[in-house]
């Protein structure tokens, strides 16, 4: 699966996780927290890894397959870790004995994909080797793996496995969580570090916002009647694609539109070219021109795309550290979907 290039990217962010740097000046904050280990699963269950990929793969690539899911994938990894930590409570169903709903209600995870996938891989992880694997590292699996298939094989990386998965979610702690598309470039510093994650980090993962779509309603006062720094043609343009009669399953006035007008199924730098042009959505992909620091990396991903594929890797994994849950605090669920 790995070319040799995916291989130099291994070795980098192995480094990468043992704080050293890459000859080119950077060095990760640090090695990944709750002890989690690549090849967590030799010897457990050989083929865990590949199960899950395989279920990726068949979702995006196979008959009738999405690319759309890919996105969806790497967003739920993210809605994960920085709710609870990731430990796969954003994948809890609501059930009778709970008067508190889980995190699949909280507004900004109603437009969360990909839950099936999870669901495919797990029933095959748990044909294969019953409770052993957790369902926080099939998460982290399918978000690594729709990374290197939607990048067309480019960004490739080992992610360190070992997470156990929790026993709460509640919708209410996904809005003071989740970073909303409107946060200024302050608030956006804020709630990364909150979760352990720098400046570095938060520009270098806005490049997801590389592939997938968006509802109108998240971007809605950046168009006119509204002033905003967006490129004048894209507004009018996205201004009649949300006026428009629902085409894309959601309400009329709230359509979904592409995040990247220009490569909107690949996971690249256009992101960041699109920034730089004012060709972006939301208020906080703008923002990131907003300070010195961040327009500075803003910049110089979008002049190379191998500097930011290499630093999404290592901020992946990285993120997957966030609110490690171990054997003391967590569980290995049968079904995701439920608590054991």
Known sequence: MASMAANKLVVFVLLALLGSSNGDGYTSPGSIAGGL?????????????????????????????DRGVGAGLIRLFFHDCFVQGCDASVLLDPTP????????????????????????AKAALEGECPGVVSCADVVAFAGRDAAYLLSGNKVYFDMPAGRYDGRVSLASETLPN????????????QMFAAKGLDTDDMVT???????????????????????????????????????????NGGASGDNTVAQDVETPDKLDNKYYRNVVSHRVLFKSDAALLASPETRSLVSSYAESQRQWEEKFAAAMVKMGGVGVKTAADGEIRRQCRFVN
């Not at 989740?178 to 510093?189: E, M, T, W």
Request: aromatic content about 4%; some cysteine; overall charge negative.
């Open 178 to 189: 989740l970073p909303p598309p409107f946060a200024g470039v302050d608030r956006l510093k």
């Open 205 to 247: 993962l806005s490049g997801a916002h590389s592939i997938g779509v968006a509802h109108c309603s998240s971007f809605s006062d950046r168009l006119p009647p509204n002033a905003s720094d967006m490129d004048p043609e894209l507004a009018a343009s996205l201004q009649q694609q949300c006026s428009s009669s629902s085409s």
């Open 97 to 120: 004995a709970s008067a508190a709903a889980p995190e699949k209600a909280g507004i900004p995870n109603l437009s969360l994909r990909g839950f099936e996938v999870i669901d495919a």
């Open 37 to 65: 280990t690549v090849g967590h699963y030799k010897g457990t269950c050989d083929r865990a890894e590949e199960i899950v990929r395989d279920a990726v793969k068949n979702a995006i690539r196979g008959g009738g397959g």
